[in-house]
Nanobody, 121 residues
Framework: QVQLLESGGGLVQAGGSLRLSCAAS????????MGWFRQRPGKERELVAA????????IYSDSVKGRFTISRDNAKNTVYLQMSSLKFADTAVYYC??????????????WGQGTQVTVSS
């Protein structure tokens, strides 16, 4: 069993930056694909970014490409999402997820509780 705990959310002005962290329990973290999802008000949850077990391969949604960076530190069992040039449209609850599948788009087996990111315009 893997438990995921997100942190780093908050209120930021448009154009600003935030870094989300997701700390994972368990010794098998480094074998999981890790992803960041978000759910905007009134919208379905969507994949924002994902990273392979080694950290060398990543994917991004078109809406965040060039502004967000996903990374991981397997020694610390932590995955990060650096968010820059934030827009009002980035306002959402952000979730960290871990998957045993090698498919970056899922399915994901473990989920965090979410952290709120609010971007003021």
């Amino acid at each position: 069993q893997v438990q995921l705990l997100e942190s780093g959310g908050g209120l930021v002005q448009a154009g600003g930056s935030l870094r989300l962290s997701c700390a994972a329990s368990g010794r098998t973290f480094s074998s999981y694909v890790m992803g960041w999802f978000r759910q905007r008000p009134g919208k379905e949850r969507e994949l924002v970014a994902a990273i392979g077990w080694s950290g060398s391969s990543t994917i991004y949604s078109d809406s965040v490409k060039g502004r967000f960076t996903i990374s991981r530190d397997n020694a610390k069992n932590t995955v990060y999402l650096q968010m820059s040039s934030l827009k009002f449209a980035d306002t959402a609850v952000y979730y960290c997820a871990g998957g045993k599948s090698s498919n970056y788009r899922g399915p994901y087996d473990y989920w965090g509780q979410g952290t709120q990111v609010t971007v003021s315009s």
